[in-house]
């Protein structure tokens, strides 16, 4: 039930763009994404909701296609800050699930 | 400000012990869900209450129970702990459903089981 990440892993040289990709064999009715730091709690960053809304946080964007059952999260002009695992959460009836993770590393 | 606490933040046991890990929002939260985090797995679905009284079972709830009497907390208990049950367990809440409303983390509780 869990939606699929991809890719599991990436590294980046500071001012890189990066694309993650989250994937549901169900339909989705809305996507969150979050950001952990090592050794801390998840940390909201946005949520989308049917109709192929775009949304934006600073120099992340992100997209859903429900159609696809897809969500795609734009990181531009990665920072340093921008390090961590990054999740999709998608509901299937009544169970709130998220993704395996896509660590990211922004190396100077 | 309102927040939300897990205790005990660090916990060592024995295998087939009862373990407790609390959970408490101060949000007037009606929704909270219990996960754990594991390499490789991301964070996975124990249980999730939609309000006082309501429990329901997540993806891996095996071994794992909840009870909700008040809107603040919503206690995991580990009837015998395994050690398939060493992780790191995360509490989370949120006003709205998950639909529209996004999920605030406690800090986490790591469990090792011996």
């Known amino acids: 039930q869990q939606p699929v990440q991809s890719p599991q892993a990436v590294i980046l040289r500071e001012g890189e763009d990066a694309v993650i990709n989250c994937s549901s064999s169900k339909a989705l009715y809305s996507v969150h994404w979050y950001r952990q730091k090592h050794g801390e709690a998840p940390v909201f960053l946005m949520i989308l909701l049917k109709g192929g809304e775009q949304k934006g946080h600073e120099k992340i964007s992100a997209s859903f296609n429900e159609k696809k059952q897809q969500s795609s999260l734009y990181l531009t002009a990665s920072q340093l800050s921008y390090s961590g695992t990054y999740f999709c959460g998608t509901r299937t009836g009544n169970q709130f699930y998220f993704g395996t993770g896509t660590s990211l590393t922004v190396i100077p | ?114």
């Open chain 2, 1 to 114: 400000d309102a927040e939300i606490t897990q205790s005990p933040r660090h916990k060592i046991t024995e295998t087939g012990r009862q373990v407790t890990l609390a959970c408490h929002q101060t949000w007037n939260h009606n929704n909270m869900f219990w996960y754990r985090q594991d390499l490789g797995h991301g964070l996975r679905l124990i249980h999730y209450s939609y309000g006082v009284h309501d429990t329901n079972k997540g993806e891996v709830s095996d071994g794992y129970s909840v009870s909700r009497s008040n809107t603040e907390d919503l206690p995991l208990t580990l009837e015998s702990a395994a050690s398939s049950q060493t992780s790191v367990y995360f509490c989370a809440s949120s006003l709205a459903h998950p639909d529209t409303g996004e999920l605030f983390f406690g800090e986490g509780s790591r469990l090792t089981v011996l």
